[in-house]
């Protein structure tokens, strides 16, 4: 069974940049496609990036300049970068593989973060 933990820091200042690492288990992510998406309160999904099983990188369009997602295959994890935040961008994170069929199949819990001064 695949499973996703998310980690990183629950607080982040206005302008600065979240940095959050999903650790994979049950799974190599050299062999599938793993996804980044957020949910604000009130609001509904929103998709934030995929990095493929050969490492390429798509984002939403709306954040491409503020985003990056990297992956560390040694240690079987992936990273999300995004810049200048502001507290509208105050979400539930979450990490999720992307699965062959264009879907989400397995979810992290999500991390809580605070874009707040």
């Known amino acids: 069974q695949v499973q996703l933990q998310e980690s990183g820091p629950g607080l982040v200042k206005p302008s600065q940049t979240l940095s959050l690492t999903c650790t994979v288990s049950g799974g190599s992510i050299a062999n599938n496609a793993w996804t980044w998406i957020r949910q604000s309160p009130g609001k509904g999904l929103e998709w934030i990036g995929v990095?493929?099983?050969?490492?390429?990188?798509y984002y939403n369009p709306s954040l491409e300049s503020r985003a990056s997602i990297s992956r560390d295959t040694s240690k079987n994890q992936f990273f999300l970068q995004l810049s200048a935040l502001t507290s509208e961008e105050t979400a539930v994170y979450y990490c999720?593989?992307?699965?062959?069929?264009?879907?989400?199949?397995?979810w992290g819990q999500g991390t809580q973060v605070a874009v707040a001064a």
């Open positions: 999720a593989r992307w699965s062959d069929a264009g879907q989400v199949d397995f």
């Open positions: 990095i493929s099983h050969d490492g390429s990188v």
